[in-house]
């Protein structure tokens, strides 16, 4: 079973700095897919920027970016310029490729963004 | 607008009293599923289904039932509440590949009292 460790239960940065949370997952799959999910006090799920395992090209949204290291398992999201409305709780997670299979979550990062 | 509708909210109830939570989507989704998030522990599979009358236990499925009648619903059912179900519920859905992204409801808050 795939597991995702997510060592980093709480993180702080201030405004305009940057950020990376960490993620490690364990899996015997060589294709898959990696998510990285923000949830703010709303409580809302929001998909934050997906990887490809065969992809080797580090996946970009605006400010935010992965660094994906395959033979190590490793997958961090680097917050750029951080702006007051990224503090939340933030997940790692895993899925397999192919027919639809659970999200495998990490335990989750909560991200302070200080002035 | 494409959306998972879950209702309610917020649930506060009893030990033992029968309570469903409802689930809908309107993007044809064939993939959904039930997590649940607990601090600590993250978002963890009750159930999950990948077509109408398909449904399969996920990580802890104990002391859930779910049903898929027609592809857009998925209700959860807790016949018999305890507290240690209190917790914030999440439905799911997605397309069947695995690179699709999971939509998700605004999640349930329960309070089993």
């Known amino acids: 079973a795939q597991t995702v460790t997510q060592s980093q239960p709480e993180m702080s940065v201030q405004e305009a700095e940057t950020v990376t949370l960490s993620c490690t997952y364990d899996?015997?799959?060589?294709?898959?897919?990696l998510f990285w999910y923000k949830q703010p006090p709303s409580r809302q799920m929001i998909l934050v920027i997906r990887?490809?395992?065969?992809?080797?090209q580090n996946a970009t949204e605006n400010r935010f970016s992965v660094n994906f290291q395959k033979a190590a398992k490793s997958f961090s999201l680097k917050i750029s310029d951080s702006q007051l409305g990224d503090a939340a709780m933030y997940f790692c997670?895993?899925?397999?490729?192919?027919?639809?299979?659970?999200?495998?979550f990490g335990t989750g990062t909560r991200l302070q963004v200080t002035l | 607008e494409a959306q998972v509708t879950q209702n309610p909210r917020y649930l506060i109830t009893v030990t033992g009293k029968k309570l469903t939570v409802t689930c809908s989507q309107n993007?044809?989704?064939?993939?959904m599923s039930w997590y649940r998030q607990d601090p600590g522990l993250g978002l963890r599979q009750i159930y999950y289904?990948?077509?109408?009358?398909?449904?399969d236990k996920g990580d802890v499925p104990e002391g859930y039932k779910v049903s898929r009648k027609e592809k857009r619903n998925f209700p959860l059912i807790l016949e018999s509440p305890s507290p240690n179900q209190t917790s914030l519920y999440f439905c799911?859905?997605?397309?069947?590949?695995?690179?699709?992204?999971?939509?998700f409801g605004s999640g349930t808050q329960l309070s089993v009292l």
């Open positions: 799911a859905s997605s397309f069947l590949t695995g690179v699709e992204k999971l939509f």
């Open positions: 990887q490809e395992a065969y992809k080797q």
């Open positions: 993007m044809n989704h064939e993939y």
């Open positions: 289904s990948m077509n109408v009358e398909v449904t």
């Open positions: 899996t015997s799959e060589s294709d898959y897919y």
């Open positions: 997670a895993y899925r397999s490729a192919g027919t639809a299979s659970k999200l495998t």
